[in-house]
């Protein structure tokens, strides 16, 4: 489990603090919804799951390895995945397999496990038959599940999704969520920063932040029947359609 315990952040701008003490758990297994305007601190929050930033004061704890803990970085970094909101930032591969084999690269498994992740990740996104193609020349949805394959490569126990389906057209778009209701049925814990509330109907555990506060916690049904609440902080607490 996923522990933030009291996080305090604040960027070396001397802007206020912009997360003012988050408290959350992150179950194993679970999906977990993260919702908030824009600028509310999801983007920040997240990178601290996988030590990418270090709290100024609070903790960060992943199945009991604290993020501070230098000899547990690397370690904390393969359990928690991370799919940025920018496809295109995580592209290291000049073919579309060596990139997903990065990650697995790193992990110094035998090269016949690697081809076998390989193969295994880019067949889950719907991207066989993709091996030898440039990244650069992908569509902005392939680009996505370029960067999906090469995460679930690195079989973490926690993959983040920051905001997954922006950008991307209707059929991508559920092509995304597909992907990540099969990952969580295959029992990886799921946290998804998601933009339109419809996204996140699916979730067991949704929370709501805003300008650097947990404000809410609960299923989808509580969280949706807090219509005032959503509606004060610029949240539509119907889900919106497709197209709009
Ligand atoms: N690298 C950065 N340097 C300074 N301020 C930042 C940086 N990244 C984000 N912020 C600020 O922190 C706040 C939260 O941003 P962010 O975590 O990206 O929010 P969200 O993902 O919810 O839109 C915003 O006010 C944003 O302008
Ligand atoms: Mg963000």
Redesign the pocket.
């Known amino acids: 489990m996923i522990r933030v315990e009291n996080l305090i952040y604040r960027?070396?701008?001397g802007?206020p603090d912009?997360?003012r003490g988050v408290t959350l758990d992150i179950a194993e297994g679970f999906h977990t919804a993260l919702i908030?305007?824009?600028?509310?601190?999801?983007?920040?929050?997240?990178?601290h799951l996988n030590a990418l930033l270090f709290p100024d004061a609070g903790t960060v704890c992943v199945d009991g390895m604290m993020s501070t803990d230098t000899s547990s970085i690397r370690e904390i970094r393969r359990r928690v995945g991370m799919v940025f909101?920018n496809p295109e930032s995580q592209i290291v591969g000049m073919t579309v397999e060596e990139d997903v084999a990065f990650g697995p690269e790193n992990l110094a498994l035998s090269s016949a496990e690697i081809r076998r992740r390989v193969d295994a990740c880019l067949a889950m996104v719907g991207m066989t038959g993709f091996e030898k193609r440039a990244p650069h020349t992908l569509s902005g949805g392939e680009k996505r599940l370029l960067s999906i394959a090469g995460v679930v490569a690195m079989d973490p126990r926690y993959i983040v999704f920051?905001?997954p389906t922006a950008y991307l057209d209707p059929a991508a778009k559920q092509r995304v969520l597909a992907i990540i209701r099969r990952l969580n049925r295959e029992g990886m814990a799921i946290i998804h920063?998601a933009h339109d509330m419809g996204d996140v109907a699916e979730a067991d555990r949704v929370v709501v932040?805003d300008r650097?506060q947990v404000l809410l916690t609960g299923t989808p049904a509580e969280v949706f029947g807090e219509a005032e609440r959503l509606t004060a902080i610029g949240l539509n607490a119907l889900p919106e359609r497709d197209g709009r």
Not at 37 to 47: D, E, R, V
């Open positions: 960027y070396e701008t802007s912009c997360l908030g305007p824009n600028g509310s601190g999801k983007t920040t929050l997240i990178k909101q920051d905001e920063i932040i650097g």
